[in-house]
């Protein structure tokens, strides 16, 4: 037996991150989307350090079911998002 599964509610809170600390990033309005799942992680702290805001920290991974460019798409009509950042770690 094979099951579809696509889960998607991009407007929500939650941190699904193995990194409690990201919950500490104060809200603005940059909207980041990563393949890496590593470099949200690093921008986070440093958006801490910082006292940077984020709208949106986005990690799609291996892109499985949601790809950049319905991300963009829903970014684009964000009230809450100003700037979209778009990180993509090539590789090969």
């Known amino acids: ?3 579809d599964m696509l889960i998607r509610k991009l407007n929500t809170s939650l941190n699904a991150s193995f990194t409690p600390e990201i919950s500490s990033i104060k809200k603005g309005d940059i909207a980041l989307i990563s393949q890496s799942g590593g470099m949200p992680h690093i921008l986070g ?3 801490v350090k910082s ?3 984020f709208s949106k ?4 991974g291996n892109r499985l079911n949601i790809d950049f460019a319905e991300i963009l798409e829903y970014l684009s009509n964000d009230n809450d998002t100003r700037i979209i950042a778009l990180y993509y770690g090539r590789h090969g």
């Not at 920290?57 to 799609?60: A, C, D, K, V």
Request: aromatic share 16%.
């Open 51 to 53: 006292n940077l805001g």
């Open 45 to 47: 702290f440093l958006a």
């Open 57 to 60: 920290i986005i990690g799609i």
């Open 1 to 3: 037996m094979k099951y």
